[in-house]
């Protein structure tokens, strides 16, 4: 089973300060006061349809209305970020954070640039100081992305700690199940790697990456019967998709 692409988190909050100046007049609706506030809702709405130059359009214009807005600096450094312009996206986290060194989100998205750029360093760094917020609501998000941090840089005891920490009871995130059953599997753990896929299968019903992970894995280890279950619950879902072919052919089929 092969580790899934990088999981980010990222925090689509409309709240946070925003400047004392005034709108630029001349422009029509730029004198409104809720003018920002409306670019901002229709950039957060783009920015989650994947319309992300479209959404950092909206976000640009904001910032002209209302410059010195945190939230709006943070919102177009994951523009930038998702764009793959991760040192725009630096350099809009870091405005932020000089305007609000408390601004957890935006050091949260940070952290998560420095991931993506390879600078584990400074990602460690910054995924720390969010976890020092006993305070934030999505700390679970945030041991993940500490996890693979540790992982991209082989320090697996630390990745497979920050992963488990990463599976709240109330709230775990699915990509840590499948990062800590490939894990134990390449650890040569198999019966700890099924357990954790068939939790991932109860708690995530929809998620289907952990029935092929699973029954992969029980094919691998020559449990064809058991595999066959998980195998064509994924054809069944997705009957037309490259990971229901693959499905299939475990099973011997075309």
């Known amino acids: 089973m092969r580790p899934l692409a990088l999981f980010l988190f990222f925090v689509l909050s409309l709240g946070g300060c925003t400047s004392s100046s005034s709108p ?73 954070l ?57 320090v697996t005891a630390a990745a497979k700690a920050n992963f488990r920490n990463a599976l709240d009871p109330n709230q775990p995130v699915f990509e840590a199940y499948l990062q800590l059953a490939t894990i134990e599997q390449q650890e040569g753990s198999p019966d700890e790697a099924i357990r954790l896929l068939e939790e991932a299968i109860f708690e995530f019903p929809t998620r289907i990456e952990a029935p092929m992970a699973l029954g992969t894995l029980l094919t691998h280890l020559g449990r064809e019967k058991e595999a066959a279950t998980y195998l064509q619950r994924v054809i069944n879902d997705q009957p037309n998709s490259a990971r229901a072919n693959e499905a299939r052919r475990l099973l011997g089929g075309d």
Request: charged share 20%; aromatic share 10%.
């Open 98 to 154: 000089a305007l609000i060194p408390a601004f957890t989100d935006a050091r949260n998205n940070r952290g998560a640039t420095y991931l993506a750029m390879g600078q584990y360093r400074m990602a460690e760094v910054d995924f720390g100081a969010v976890l020092d917020d006993s305070t934030y609501p999505h700390r679970f998000d945030v041991y993940y992305n500490l996890a693979m941090t540790y992982l991209q840089q082989g």
């Open 24 to 96: 630029k007049s001349g422009d029509g609706d730029s004198e409104n006061p809720l003018y920002a506030l409306t670019l901002m809702r229709q950039g957060s709405l783009m920015l989650q349809q994947g319309r992300f130059e479209a959404a950092l359009d909206k976000f640009e214009e904001a910032e002209k209305v209302t410059p010195g807005n945190a939230t709006i600096l943070n919102m177009m450094g994951l523009c930038h970020m998702r764009l793959g312009q991760n040192d725009r996206a630096l350099m809009a986290f870091d405005s932020a």
